[in-house]
């Protein structure tokens, strides 16, 4: 009930290509949903946020995608570059409580 | 604005002895949280605190772990005594809103 299940655990995709994470949940309670970038060394950044009154939101090469139905979301990076080589993490909650976090995706972008 | 603040950043000790970790999260910001980031995996929840307030310790491992935030604003966490399995980054994060938080860089703990 409380996990949010992530795949794939690693991809590597070439300069320009089109980089696919997706995460599952079972909380239906679940109201915001996020996805964190993380950089060796350093503590995971919020790169975009979703709630479940859209379905999709865009920011700049990176789409949410939210299917309330399937209780699933998806991040697309478009145009991926090396610089967005790093982990990604989505998470969700309700409001008040803490995040839980999927357990990550290794992204690769080869030049 | 000043992000959340960690020391140490890198800490190693021998198992069975006791450690402690500091942080001071961004100016404001109510909520605190240490979670724990095994190797290979996501952030897992140890702590909220809501002002110096527990909302949620309950995967904390308190036979070991304890949390505090006396005034509201830094929170120390401290393990004792350590076990091999609690080598990990251990992370501190803030929030004003919601959902929406600021990691520190995290301490990273290696157990000998």
């Known amino acids: 009930q409380q996990q949010v299940k992530q795949s794939p655990q690693s991809l590597i995709v070439q300069k320009g290509g089109i980089s696919i994470i997706n995460c599952a949940y079972e909380?239906?309670?679940?109201?915001?949903f996020p996805w964190y970038q993380q950089f060796p060394g350093k503590g995971p950044a919020l790169l975009i946020a979703?709630?479940?009154?859209?379905s999709e939101k865009k920011e700049g090469r990176f789409t949410i995608s939210f299917n309330k139905s399937a209780k699933q979301f998806s991040l697309h990076i478009m145009d991926s570059q090396p610089g967005d080589s790093a982990t990604y993490f989505c998470?969700?909650?309700?409001?008040?409580?803490?995040?839980?976090f999927g357990k990550g995706t290794t992204l690769s972008v080869s030049s | 604005e000043a992000g959340v603040a960690q020391s140490p950043r890198y800490k190693i000790i021998e198992k069975r002895q006791s450690v402690a970790f500091w942080c001071n999260p961004i100016?404001?910001?109510?909520?605190l949280y240490w979670y724990q980031q095994i190797l290979g995996q996501g952030p897992k929840l140890l702590i909220q605190?809501?002002?110096?307030?527990?909302?949620?310790d309950s995967q904390l491992p308190k036979d070991r772990f304890s949390a505090e935030r006396l005034k509201g604003v830094d929170s120390t966490l401290k393990i004792q005594p350590a076990k091999l399995e609690d080598s990990a980054v251990y992370l501190c994060?803030?929030?004003?809103?919601?959902?929406?938080?600021?990691f520190g860089d995290g301490t990273r703990l290696s157990i000998l």
């Open positions: 994060a803030s929030s004003l809103k919601s959902g929406i938080l600021h």
């Open positions: 909380n239906t309670a679940f109201d915001y």
């Open positions: 979703i709630r479940p009154d859209v």
């Open positions: 998470a969700a909650n309700q409001a008040g409580t803490a995040l839980i």
């Open positions: 100016s404001g910001h109510a909520t």
């Open positions: 605190f809501q002002n110096n307030g527990v909302v949620d």
